[in-house]
């Protein structure tokens, strides 16, 4: 039920952005880099699945989520919260919001 509710409240939040695309993509590489990685890895990943995104752009959303709550940062590293319904929640509605299904 947790899950639910931070997915549903976390898709309303990725539907009024300017770049939904973007911000799952970023959500999506966090995960796939294990939950936790530096601006460059980050980068990397979201341009394999989007195509050329600029890393001042990244910068940019990451930093927007930290400030909102949704993400964590420590040192050079952003992390996905690590409760295991906000992960989730986070993760799952960023790929149903993913046009391209990764």
Same mark, same amino acid.
């Given at each position: 039920?947790?899950?639910?509710?931070?997915?549903?409240?976390?898709?309303?939040? %990725?539907?009024?952005?300017?770049?939904?695309? &973007?911000?799952?993509? *970023? @959500?999506?590489? +966090?995960?796939? !880099? #294990?939950?936790?990685?530096?601006?460059?890895?980050?980068?990397?990943?979201?341009?394999? %699945?989007?195509?050329?995104?600029?890393?001042? &752009?990244?910068?940019? *959303? @990451?930093?927007? +989520?930290?400030? !909102? #709550?949704?993400?964590?940062?420590?040192?050079?590293?952003?992390?996905?919260?690590?409760?295991?319904?906000?992960?989730?929640?986070?993760?799952?509605?960023?790929?149903? @919001?993913?046009?391209?299904?990764?």
């Amino acid at each position: 039920m947790a899950i639910e509710q931070v997915k549903s409240e976390f898709k309303d939040f %990725l539907t009024s952005t300017q770049s939904p695309e &973007r911000y799952s993509a *970023i @959500l999506i590489s +966090l995960d796939r !880099l #294990g939950g936790r990685g530096e601006l460059r890895d980050v980068t990397k990943v979201v341009n394999a %699945l989007l195509g050329e995104v600029p890393e001042p &752009r990244v910068h940019e *959303i @990451l930093n927007r +989520l930290v400030n !909102l #709550g949704f993400l964590r940062k420590e040192g050079q590293e952003y992390l996905l919260p690590e409760d295991e319904p906000d992960r989730k929640g986070l993760v799952e509605a960023s790929k149903e @919001l993913s046009k391209g299904g990764y």
